[in-house]
């Protein structure tokens, strides 16, 4: 019964009308997926709803796409240890972005062109809506160039062949290009002269850039004379993104209001928006990377190598992030496994079209279970109670903090200008006016491990300053881990008097959106007490004015479902 009833999920993604297809059948049982919940149980900082392959080292996501009705999300992947290394592309898919089947490897090191990695890349639709990818290889020089695959059966809605082209490598690092800093080719578009552009991050002679590159074909590519874009204060730009974005996307309709360039230095995700005019090449910013005043970030937190797509069934733009360990390499051999996907997030633009809002994507929703809720509760001076009724170690919390004493908040001094640092002088048993209030996750019952995530609110002028903060530092009692403090600043209107925090909980990670998304906080823990059932929330406020929780709703969540697949034999299948 178990075999049969995962076999007829994983046919739902085969299904394409009065189709005969050839196919491999699949063998897939619960006996995998089992293995995995005892592995949970044994392992403790496992996850069991964020993206994660059943063992093994994952790093960057490489061109999520969405194609006849099937989510892809190809990952960079070790296919033979818990370490970097042997880098191929793993492929799995999911009909909502939630539950998973693990596919066989898209592309795997195997030529002249990608013999020592296939390194990061995106998925492009060519015309008629055939997909491609553009990655990055290793060549048997160690040098980083840029190469091309295509399905092997475009009708498949699986994509479960990648071929390689011919014509690889079609871009390699020549004249000022270092061999060593030329990798990570975006989603490529098309002007309005029908040309191709792509692309592919760099640093030159100091200068973190964009270099474009323009195609007829998509195979035979030139260099512009200019980058896209370039800054003397980042270094090597990892993992470019460049897309338009918008206030809202409704009735599948895309007004787009800017451009967004987002590049990947200094372990974090950084973004500019700008306008782009596509006659020119021109992306004009608004702000450059790393301004005075100007740090816009996806995540302040840990947080890396992003990418974005375009989902086109329900027209919206997708977020995903690579999420490191915090423990050690001997830890990770032990676990037998190293990093997460983060939840996919949504993307906008705010209405002010001064920074983007994320938010996790409404179908990690179907997993929340047995709901508490709490209104209209007053917090004040060393407040602290227990939200029980949920699991706590696999949890979603939406709190709504009421703020009727703003006006009493004390001053932001001038030289407060850096919010990690802020947040870790302050800490969350700090004492403020205003703060620091928040929630206490992945606790101990006796406090002793606990990761707060709380605000602080400042008065600077007739304005505010929110201060957002997730604190790991009492995490574990575990020594040898990374216990980092985070911080943000978080854009907040001054005729707000409100501001909402929601913290998704997993075992070992924690993801944290402040005033609806303006902000976002990832971080990896791992307790040594607060796991499983021995975990437990807490809402606090610790300043010395009052805030009232106009509302709270928090959910036990499901485990999401995966399932590992093999390949056996061909076999023809009829579909009615």
Request: overall charge negative; some cysteine.
């Amino acid at each position: 019964m178990e075999i049969c009833i995962i076999w007829a999920v994983c046919l739902c993604f085969l299904l394409v009308g009065d189709a005969v297809l050839e196919v491999d059948q699949v063998e897939a049982s619960h006996h995998p997926y089992r293995n995995l919940q005892s592995l949970s149980r044994e392992q403790p900082y496992r996850t069991a709803y964020h993206f994660q392959p059943p063992k093994n080292w994952m790093n960057d996501p490489n061109g999520p796409m969405y194609y006849k009705g099937v989510y892809h999300l190809f990952y960079q992947f070790n296919p033979y240890g818990a370490l970097w290394g042997n880098i191929s592309w793993a492929h799995s898919i999911s009909y909502d972005l939630v539950d998973w089947v693990h596919l066989e490897p898209a592309i795997n090191p195997s030529d002249p062109f990608d013999i020592n990695g296939c390194w990061s890349g995106s998925t492009t639709f060519l015309p008629g809506g055939k997909p491609a990818i553009l990655y990055t290889g290793i060549d048997l020089k160690n040098r980083q160039v840029q190469n091309l695959a295509v399905p092997k059966n475009v009708s498949d809605p699986l994509l479960r062949e990648w071929v390689k082209s011919p014509h690889n490598p079609l871009l390699t690092p020549i004249d000022d290009i270092d061999p060593q800093n030329f990798r990570d080719p975006t989603t490529a578009w098309q002007g309005p002269d029908r040309v191709w552009r792509v692309i592919v991050g760099s640093k030159i002679n100091g200068l973190g850039m964009a270099i474009l590159y323009r195609s007829r074909d998509f195979v035979e590519w030139i260099r512009s004379e200019n980058p896209l874009h370039s800054s003397t204060k980042t270094g090597m730009w990892e993992c470019p993104d460049f897309y338009p974005v918008s206030v809202n996307n409704t009735n599948g309709e895309e007004k787009f209001s800017k451009h967004v360039l987002k590049a990947s230095f200094h372990n974090q995700d950084h973004y500019i928006l700008g306008n782009y005019v596509p006659m020119t090449d021109k992306f004009e910013v608004d702000t450059d990377f790393l301004d005075e005043g100007f740090d816009m970030r996806y995540d302040y937190g840990n947080f890396y190598a992003s990418k974005t797509f375009y989902d086109s069934g329900k027209k919206r733009r997708i977020l995903w992030a690579w999420v490191t360990e915090s423990d050690g390499e001997s830890d990770d051999i032990e676990k037998g496994w190293s990093g997460l996907q983060s939840i996919p997030r949504s993307v906008l633009l705010s209405g002010t079209r001064q920074q983007l809002i994320q938010w996790p994507i409404k179908e990690i929703e179907k997993l929340r279970t047995n709901k508490v809720s709490f209104h209209d509760k007053e917090l004040n001076d060393g407040f602290i109670f227990e939200v029980s009724g949920i699991t706590a170690s696999q949890a979603d919390v939406e709190v709504s903090f009421d703020l009727p004493n703003l006006d009493e908040a004390e001053s932001l001094d001038p030289n407060w200008v850096d919010p990690q640092l802020l947040c870790s002088q302050k800490g969350a048993s700090g004492r403020g006016r205003v703060g620091p209030f928040g929630l206490l996750v992945l606790a101990s019952k006796d406090l002793t491990e606990q990761t707060a995530v709380f605000f602080l609110i400042f008065r600077r002028h007739d304005n505010y300053v929110v201060l957002m903060c997730s604190d790991q530092s009492r995490s574990s009692l575990r020594e040898g881990l990374g216990k980092t403090i985070y911080g943000a600043f978080v854009s907040m209107d001054h005729r707000e008097r409100k501001i909402s925090l929601r913290s998704l909980i997993d075992h070992s990670i924690v993801e944290s959106f402040g005033a609806d998304g303006r902000s976002c906080i990832t971080a990896r823990v791992y307790p040594k007490l607060a796991i499983h059932s021995e975990s437990r929330l807490y809402v606090f406020n610790n300043g010395t004015l009052s805030v009232r929780i106009s509302s709270l709703n928090a959910w036990s969540m499901k485990r999401a479902q995966i399932f590992p697949m093999q390949k056996r034999r061909k076999q023809q299948i009829n579909y009615k």
